[in-house]
């Protein structure tokens, strides 16, 4: 998962869960509402600066979007896969990645 598609599905479960339409935020944040929209999908990259005005607009900190989106990040990586070392005929041991 990429980065901006991990802030784009926390930016929208956010906004959601606040009862706030797209075109409410975009005004609160002074961001066109394609822009964010495409911010929300995963499509575009954004600054800093708008990134912390959304925040500002969703009524959280930046600190607060980017543990949300760590934890987003975790919850979609994919498993470890397994390696096997065979050391002897008698001895074989899993690795993980």
């Known amino acids: ?52 005005t959304i925040c500002r607009a969703l009524g959280i900190t930046l600190e607060q979007l980017l543990i949300e989106v ?4 975790l919850r979609h990586r994919p498993a470890p896969t397994p390696r096997t070392i065979h050391l002897t005929t008698q001895q074989t041991y899993q690795l993980a990645a």
């Open 1 to 52: 998962m990429l980065l901006r598609e991990a802030l784009g599905r926390v930016l929208r479960k956010l906004r959601r869960t606040r009862g706030l339409s797209l075109r409410e935020v975009s005004e609160l944040a002074r961001v066109s509402l394609p822009y964010l929209s495409e911010v929300e999908r995963g499509r575009k990259e954004i600054s800093s600066e708008l990134l912390a």
């Open 70 to 73: 760590s934890t987003e990040i």
